[in-house]
């Protein structure tokens, strides 16, 4: 079975920059969540989406943070403009069931560092 | 805030010693699971623990749940050097969404041969 993928799994940008990072999970997870995790700490749930609906986004800053996932599937996660403390491996996630189940996998993730 | 918070932050042990971590919370929870991190590489799961479970056991890990004291530990027996990572509780919560994951900040693990 494959993984959960990412790309790309580098990204250095200067501060008011764009970036979009793109997840495609396993076939046929449902559920698909974006973490961020700065180093030396654990992942934070940015936004996780049911299909291509958003069941929570209240950790999400959404005057520079959008996310979408079109169709069910593979999801986008932008940053417009970057600031120096968007700085951190952003993870992506699928799980059949919700995660409640320990099916919850994640993917390598993007370390983006923003210069 | 963090559901999760484990203790040590650090931990350096020797070949063959046994690690322990453990693992707070602040509200009720549907069950605990634990995760393992590489450096550079995604959350890989590890134990899966319920609410009404005391006690799991999978391979050289032992995981405890106490409800009572909103505590959880890891136990890593008979540690290799392979076992060098971070480890990550996430309290489940039940909220209005569904299932909700809140990790904490990790213990990273130093094994050394």
């Known amino acids: 079975e494959a993984g959960v993928a990412q790309s790309p799994r580098y990204k250095i940008i200067e501060k008011r920059q764009s970036v979009a990072f793109w997840c495609n999970p396993i076939?046929?997870?449902?559920?698909l969540y974006w973490y961020q995790q700065i180093l030396g700490q654990g992942p934070k749930l940015l936004i996780q989406?049911?299909?291509?609906?958003?069941?929570?986004d209240s950790q999400l800053p959404k005057d520079r943070f959008s996310a979408e996932r079109l169709k069910g599937v593979d999801s986008t996660l932008k940053i417009q403009p970057a600031k120096l403390e968007d700085s951190a491996v952003y993870l992506c996630?699928?799980?059949?069931?919700?995660?409640?189940?320990?099916?919850?996998?994640f993917g390598s993730g993007t370390r983006l560092t923003v210069v | 805030s963090q559901q999760g918070e484990e203790d040590p932050q650090a931990l350096s042990i020797q070949e063959g010693e046994n690690a322990t971590m453990n693992c707070s919370y602040k509200?009720?929870?549907?069950?605990l699971q634990w995760y393992r991190q590489n450096s550079g590489r995604g959350l890989v799961h590890l134990i899966l623990i319920r609410s009404n479970e005391r006690e799991k056991h999978s391979g050289r890990l032992r995981v405890t749940l106490d409800t009572s004291k909103k505590s959880s530990s890891l136990l890593i027996t008979a540690s290799r050097a392979a076992d060098t990572a971070s480890y990550f509780c996430a309290a489940i919560l039940r909220d209005n969404y569904g299932q909700n994951f809140v990790f904490g900040p990790g213990t990273r693990l130093s094994v050394l041969p």
């Open positions: 989406f049911q299909n291509n609906g958003v069941v929570d």
């Open positions: 076939s046929g997870h449902a559920t």
């Open positions: 509200t009720s929870i549907n069950n």
């Open positions: 996630a699928s799980s059949l069931t919700g995660g409640g189940l320990g099916d919850y996998t």
